[in-house]
């Protein structure tokens, strides 16, 4: 697949994993979150949990807010 945007390359993705500062959670997210699918899985590798969450929730449409999953990088 080659995509040439962000919401290219999620309105086909199983797995999007969002691995930039949490500061542009809110930029990114809303660049794809209309093109995740419902059955996507969006998670993060932000080391906060509240500024994220609050960052990404606007972008998501109700189908897609379940399958965010909050992550840590291990």
Do not use: M
Request: hydrophobic fraction near 45%.
């Amino acid at each position: 697949l080659h995509a040439r945007n962000l919401a290219q390359a999620a309105a086909h993705a199983d797995l999007v994993v969002l691995a930039t500062s949490v500061s542009l959670y809110s930029e990114r997210t809303r660049e794809l979150g209309k093109s995740l699918r419902a059955s996507a899985i969006l998670t993060d590798l932000g080391s906060v949990k509240k500024p994220a969450i609050d960052a990404i929730l606007p972008y998501l449409s109700g189908t897609v807010i379940p399958q965010f999953v909050p992550a840590h990088p291990i």
